[in-house]
């Protein structure tokens, strides 16, 4: 029996995008990163897959020593406690893990290096998938990077979790660039790449992805091909900018002329604009999931939830992607912590902040930003 993908077209996409916004539920299960995709599941039922997408998860100074409860022990519990269940409630939980995990010292920026434990409390969380490619991947070296996979490749055995954007080896990269993932029937395919490292590729491995590589990427989008839904995540754009680049723009072109059904952005720390390229939905930029930062707009972010039908005679849909506005409140803000929050819950609540003049901050940003896209 076939089956064929039903697209929301080009007109719904621009009417969403332009119309607002609506909340979601999400969860992180244990994934097969390597499933048996020659088996053909049964398709007389009905059932929906869930992905949901965080923006820059990072690890500033600040957040280190505020986590730090003792010699090598740190809590970072207080970050996504607020939608925890909705990360949990995904099938699939999708973040970008913007940092190394390249030993002691632990350091922030302008070389990021995350105490190894946080890579397990985002497991934990829910996370799913951690996304690798972007600019301060190889902020530590290859031995950096190789210590980064090693401590993944842990969290693979632990909690079932995957990597995408970097590989220690021609093989892993064949596995990874792009990873394919059967959940519910759904067969999926992801592929990420990166505009750059801060400090240079390598000749040796463990290698990233680069957007300047398109031989690559087209490979991995045809290696796509029978995949349901191709699922692009490119790290790219101009930081703190709102629009979306030509650059951007060209490449988003690219990628649906050859095969990407949806595109998912991060890189640039605010929320960029949203659109539809040939018919198919692109969201710039998630802007940052968790950090330290706190220039204009830098703590305002989305969470994207997409959502794939697929119906007891076979087809399969993916439907409206959903976008829920969040908040990642410093230290002194709504806790003395850092807390990433719904922002349409917390509007009009100021009295539960511990400082007000944050949740100001918030409700200004969210119109400005808004408004803007």
């Known amino acids: ?27 992180g299960q244990e994934l097969d990163c390597r499933p048996d995709l020659t088996t053909v599941p049964s398709i007389f039922r009905q059932d929906t897959l869930t992905i949901c997408f965080l923006g820059d998860i990072m690890m500033h100074a600040m957040q280190i020593e505020t986590a730090r409860k003792g010699e090598d022990r740190y809590d970072f519990t207080s970050y996504f406690r607020a939608i925890e269940d909705d990360i949990r409630d995904a ?79 021609p093989e892993a990269r064949s596995d990874n660039f792009p990873l394919k993932l059967r959940r519910k029937g759904i067969y999926l395919s992801l592929v990420n790449f990166t505009y750059g490292t801060n400090l240079g590729g390598t000749a040796h491995w463990p290698k990233t992805n680069y957007m300047s590589d398109r031989d ?90 997409l959502r794939i039908v697929r119906h007891g005679n076979g087809d399969i849909q993916m439907l409206v992607p959903e976008l829920t506005w969040l908040w990642c409140s410093r230290p002194g803000g709504y806790t003395d912590d850092y807390a990433v929050i719904p922002v349409e819950e917390h509007i009009g609540r100021r009295d539960e902040w511990k400082g007000g003049w944050e949740y100001d901050k918030m409700v200004s940003t ?5 408004n803007n896209n």
């Open 91 to 169: 099938d699939i939980a999708v973040a970008n893990m913007e940092f190394t995990l390249g030993g002691k010292p632990y350091t922030g920026y302008p070389e990021f290096s995350a105490p190894d434990t946080f890579a397990d409390y985002l497991a934990g969380c829910g996370f799913d998938i951690f996304l690798t490619a972007n600019n301060h991947i190889l902020d530590k070296g290859s031995e950096g990077a190789a210590r980064t996979i090693e401590i993944y490749r842990r969290l693979e055995k632990e909690y079932g979790i995957c990597f995408i954007g970097i590989a220690e080896s």
């Open 216 to 305: 690559a990427i087209l490979k991995a989008l045809e290696k796509s091909g029978k995949a349901d839904y191709t699922i692009v995540l490119p790290h790219w754009g101009d930081e703190y900018h709102l629009r979306h680049s030509a650059r951007q723009e060209d490449m988003a072109e690219w990628l649906a002329e050859n095969g990407a059904d949806v595109i998912i952005g991060a890189h640039p720390h605010v929320v960029q604009d949203t659109a539809a390229v040939r018919g198919i939905p692109v969201i710039y930029s998630l802007g940052n999931a968790v950090s330290n930062m706190s220039a204009a707009n830098t703590q305002l972010e989305l969470m994207v939830t």
């Open 1 to 27: 029996m076939s089956r064929h993908r039903d697209f929301i077209s080009a007109s719904v996409i621009t009417a969403f995008f332009l119309s607002g916004i609506s909340g979601f539920k999400a969860y």
């Open 366 to 370: 969210y119109e400005r930003v808004r």
